[in-house]
């Protein structure tokens, strides 16, 4: 599937929120999912859920089970709560000066590394799209990161922000 492809998707399930995501996974609920991405014009990520909701049971309980186990944090109702759509690489890099904080406790890193992953990687493609069409990025993406390669291991990533684009510290 194509970063644009999972990005709509993204898009589309974030407008109902990601609890509202988690619930579909548990009930196995495919068809309120794949309805939204239809509505939202994220076809391709309606076509993949409809492929895994046509799995035979062992093969889509493993694929649900995988993606349930991603989004554990989101079971979190602090968690759930600041999840929503208002927040997107789009936004964040609008030109404005923007900044995030994101602190997670130690006993609640492992939960939650699957959202810090996504809210990064998600960032940083965001940031690289954008800075090849306008050059270096204005005001400049600094990424200040302690225990990185612990709890966002983004593949790549260090040698990404060696480019004249992103600076990390």
Excluded at 21 to 34: H, I, M, N, Q, T
Excluded at 49 to 75: C, F, H, I, K, W
Excluded at 115 to 121: D, E, K, N, P, S
Aim: positive net charge; charged residues 20%.
């Amino acid at each position: 599937m194509s970063f644009k492809a999972i990005t709509e998707g993204h898009a589309a399930l974030a407008r109902e929120g990601m609890g509202e995501l988690v619930r579909w996974l548990d009930a196995r609920d495919f068809a309120s999912a794949v309805g939204v991405l239809q509505r939202s014009g994220a076809a391709a990520a309606a076509d993949q859920l409809q492929g895994v909701g046509r799995r035979d049971e062992r093969n889509r309980e493993t694929t649900v089970m995988s993606a349930l186990n991603l989004l554990r944090a989101y079971r979190y109702p602090q968690v759930a709560a600041c999840a929503h759509s208002d927040l997107t690489p789009e936004r964040f890099l609008d030109g404005q000066p923007n900044t995030i904080y994101v602190v997670a406790a130690g006993h609640d890193q492992d939960a939650l590394r699957p959202v810090i992953l996504a809210l990064v990687t998600a960032i940083y493609k965001a940031a690289i799209i954008r800075s090849r069409g306008s050059g270096v990025l204005q005001p400049r993406l600094y990424v200040l990161m302690d225990e990185a390669a612990n709890i966002a291991p983004v593949r790549n990533l260090a040698s990404c922000f060696r480019s004249a684009v992103i600076t990390a510290s």
